[in-house]
């Protein structure tokens, strides 16, 4: 068979896999725009054009600024933890840390674990009274803290969930980078009387960058994305300290039944992760190139 | 998600990776502190998985009272099992996760070929909108997908929580990276000896990217078997629910805080994945450095 010569070919093979991306990646992006400038259809009243109605709600809706805010403060922190507790791990494992394989082992199973099998774990971890930190604080006589009911602390306690779960994830990336990474250089480091320290900011640092903008982008992304513990640990409160934005898109949609409300919200989302997807491309274009 | 300029990604080396992880030597050895260090925080990260075996293990009175007299239970699993199908969820995520990677090896194998090996107007273009998918995820479209499946007379189904994710733009792209690998010559020589395009990539492309298959099928498997808010959102029945699904639904509702007994339904939730994991550990992670990205 010639290549050039059937040019249906190739659509052919396309086909089913360009329907479906269609229908349910790029025509709910579009429906998404196209109903968030209508009402929502409620008994007795038919969806109907409201313009930007449902933007200025949005505005004028503080829960929703307060998603904003804990999203982004979610990403600001979790992200560079996660990130700098990864390296940490991964020059561990690198070198030759007794018990090493264990230690990745460690490291790395809560990546594979279902998010919501392990946030019920924590839930009790942070249970007052009877929970694991509070016997222990209680044993030392620090007294009883509920970590996810108090408003100032419930968004830090999931942020812990987050990182605990994400940084051996991370730290496979940054342990394959380390390894490509030429001994020689060490070697050389070592000659010139180099720090550890000198030699991680010298050279490891320099070298592992472009796995640190994956994994930061990739971070960024999941901070938007997941909120399957919100769901499990907290439901977005106490007095929404913990609403992620996704999980009051889930809320406004699926409890409240107001999807043109919730289609606003997702078009913000959506507009967040075009940033995140632009910031990407920028980053990464002087380094590579689609071929 | 995957950055062809990170060291990971699939165009990379598999020989490498392949070798498995080497030991590094030239870095010395790790002092002291290192090790302290080290294992400090590693007994911090096993700490919660420790505590949920401890729970599950024992009864409920031994919950957070730890005396290595404390004797050692099943009842929390036959409990739990008893007080909800989890039999059934098992079943549902099973039949889910296969479904979902089986859909996803056929489309994405396709139209990785078409990418690959074809040249015809409008690729890029076409290539373009297969690529925004790693961008925008059906994941953050929880409510315009629900209107179509629900249009679609899917809600409450396997196929409902299944049919938005069969397309992956992500297997796309990394099978289409590995068959840009693959020699033209074979592919012509193959062609010489009178194959079609179907034998050709039957017999040349698919069995010269079973490394990358694997991995693709390792990540997606781990995705979708962990997935929960979608299920959560498409379902409303024990017929469909997949086990996280159904796990939160026997945490929050059905059990008060019989931690023992929820922590046995976490562990069995986790088990087969994590089973798999612990046997095939190698594979795991290589598959995950391999494909960047769930």
Do not use: C
Not at chain 1, 15 to 33: G, S
Not at chain 1, 136 to 151: E, M, V
Not at chain 2, 64 to 82: D, G, I, K, Y
Not at chain 2, 184 to 194: C, I, M, P, T
Request: without cysteine; aromatic residues 14%.
């Amino acid at each position: 068979m010639n290549r050039s010569s059937a040019s249906w070919v190739p659509w052919l093979l396309l086909l089913p896999a360009l329907v479906l991306l269609v229908a349910f990646t790029h025509y709910p992006a579009v429906a998404t725009l196209w109903h968030s400038v209508f009402s929502t259809a409620r008994a007795g009243a038919s969806s109907v054009y409201v313009g930007a109605e449902n933007y200025q709600l949005l505005v004028e809706d503080p829960v929703f600024w307060q998603a904003l805010r804990n999203n982004l403060l979610f990403a600001l922190i979790t992200v560079p933890v996660a990130i700098v507790l990864s390296i940490a791990m991964a020059l561990w494992v690198h070198r030759q840390v007794p018990g090493r394989a264990l230690l990745r082992l460690a490291y790395f199973t809560p990546a594979i674990l279902p998010m919501i099998a392990v946030a019920n774990i924590w839930l009790f971890f942070y249970t007052p009274q009877y929970g694991l930190i509070a016997q222990i604080s209680q044993a030392f006589g620090w007294g009883d803290h509920n970590w996810l009911g108090q408003p100032s602390t419930a968004l830090p306690a999931l942020m812990v969930v987050t990182i605990w779960k994400e940084a051996g994830f991370f730290m496979i990336f940054y342990l394959a980078a380390l390894q490509q990474i030429s001994p020689t250089l060490a070697e050389a480091a070592a000659l010139e009387g180099a720090s550890r320290w000198q030699f991680f900011r010298r050279v490891q640092w320099p070298l592992l960058m472009p796995t640190t903008v994956f994994v930061v982008i990739n971070a960024v992304i999941n901070a938007f994305r997941l909120v399957d513990h919100i769901v499990v640990m907290t439901r977005g409160g106490p007095d929404n300290a913990t609403q992620l934005l996704l999980y009051y898109i889930y809320q406004v949609a699926f409890s409240f039944w107001d999807t043109s409300y919730a289609a606003a919200l997702t078009v913000v989302l959506l507009t967040l992760l075009a940033v995140v997807a632009f910031v990407k491309f920028r980053l990464l274009d002087s380094r590579t190139h689609y071929q | 998600m995957t950055t062809p300029a990170s060291p990971t990604s699939a165009t990379h080396t598999p020989a490498k990776l392949r070798a498995g992880l080497p030991a590094f030597s030239a870095n010395g050895r790790a002092n002291l502190i290192d090790t302290a260090g080290a294992w400090l925080l590693g007994l911090l990260w096993l700490l919660p998985l420790l505590y949920a075996f401890w729970s599950a293990f024992h009864s409920s009175a031994y919950a957070t009272h730890f005396s290595l007299s404390a004797p050692l239970t099943l009842e929390n699993f036959v409990h739990a099992w008893q007080a909800a199908p989890f039999g059934r969820y098992l079943i549902n995520t099973f039949v889910l996760v296969t479904a979902i990677l089986a859909a996803q090896l056929v489309l994405a194998t396709l139209a990785a070929y078409a990418f690959a090996r074809f040249t015809f107007r409008g690729s890029e273009v076409a290539f373009m909108i297969v690529l925004l998918q790693l961008m925008v995820m059906p994941d953050v479209l929880i409510v315009e997908n629900y209107r179509t499946i629900a249009w679609m007379g899917l809600r409450d189904t396997i196929l409902g929580i299944a049919l938005p994710y069969f397309a992956s733009a992500f297997g796309i792209f990394l099978l289409r990276q590995a068959f840009k690998t693959v020699p033209r010559e074979l592919d012509d020589a193959a062609r010489v000896e009178g194959a079609n395009a179907w034998q050709v990539l039957w017999r040349v492309y698919v069995p010269l990217a079973r490394p990358v298959y694997v991995a693709y099928a390792l990540v997606s498997i781990s995705h979708h078997w962990n997935n929960f808010l979608w299920p959560l959102i498409v379902t409303n029945s024990v017929e469909a629910r997949p086990l996280t699904v159904g796990l939160q639904v026997f945490a929050s509702t059905d059990q008060g805080i019989d931690w023992s007994m929820i922590t046995a339904a976490t562990l069995m939730t986790a088990a087969p994945l994590f089973i798999a994991f612990l046997l095939f550990q190698r594979q795991f992670v290589q598959s995950f450095m391999r494909a960047g990205i769930r």
